[in-house]
């Protein structure tokens, strides 16, 4: 990066430089300061000299907006190839993406891994916003003997899951699902262990329906994501977690402890991702 820079940017041009870039399969997504939208072809040209391999470099404003639903940004192709179909490989596995359509990002990859170890035998899980299947996936490879409910509303993401699903050769432990969340936990109520819910932007509306689709009569997990504004050095866990306790632990008959909470990523100026790991009893 620091390399990327000095090539091609003049000292004032460091300032607002290139805030960050993602390599996902042969695609690379650089985020970049509105300043620098003039010089994106020359930047783009310096990027494939460091890396001769990107078939396709495209450019995302640095706080672009997101599609509301489904989390995809618009995308400018400034280098190479406009298909923005590619096939990603992490720990293991093959995620296969077509990022004008559905949301991917590799900064999730600790992430998804860190869920994944948490996993035990035996255990029946929902994703509730799976995208292309990668949790899901990581955590059918990493511990065979689960079963996945994978349910995601993108008609684009629910195809890429199933075929990521073949292509991992996860079928019948991964069951993919096209559908609204809080439609599909209805007929899924009481059989989780554990409940997975990666959007941070509106998972709290979900809880309820979350929690119904517990198992009642043990200890489950529910691996909560949410928006925390604050510097690193504040405590960006508590707001979310009395929001979550405002939300679920009105019933008397609810035992709600944080088992591990992270920083997952930062998403803007003071702005974070952050993960509750909510272990819940009915007692
Ligand atoms: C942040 S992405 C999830 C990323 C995914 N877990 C991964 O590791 O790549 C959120 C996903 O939730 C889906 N989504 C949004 N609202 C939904 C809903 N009501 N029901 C089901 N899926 C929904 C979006 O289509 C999107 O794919």
Redesign the pocket.
Known sequence: MIAIRKNILTEPELKNAIHSYDIIGDIIVIRLHPELEPEKERIAEAFHAFYPKARTIVAVPLHSHTEE???TRALDVIWGAAKLETTHREYGCIFKVDLEH????PR?SYE?QRVAQKVAPGDTII??????G??SILIAKTQPQTTIYS????PY?YEYMRENVALNKVEGQVIPIL????T?LDKLEGVADRV?M???E?AYS?LPAAVKALKTKKECMIHFYAVSTGSRADNLFDTPFERVKDIISCEDSLRLEVEEKRIVRSVGPRKYHVVLDLRIAFV
């Open positions: 639903l489904y989390r559905v949301f991917f990002s999730l998804r994703n509730m916003f799976s995208g292309v990668c949790f349910i995601d509303v993108n993401a559908g609204d969340a809080r599909e997975l990666p959007l941070p509106d979900f």
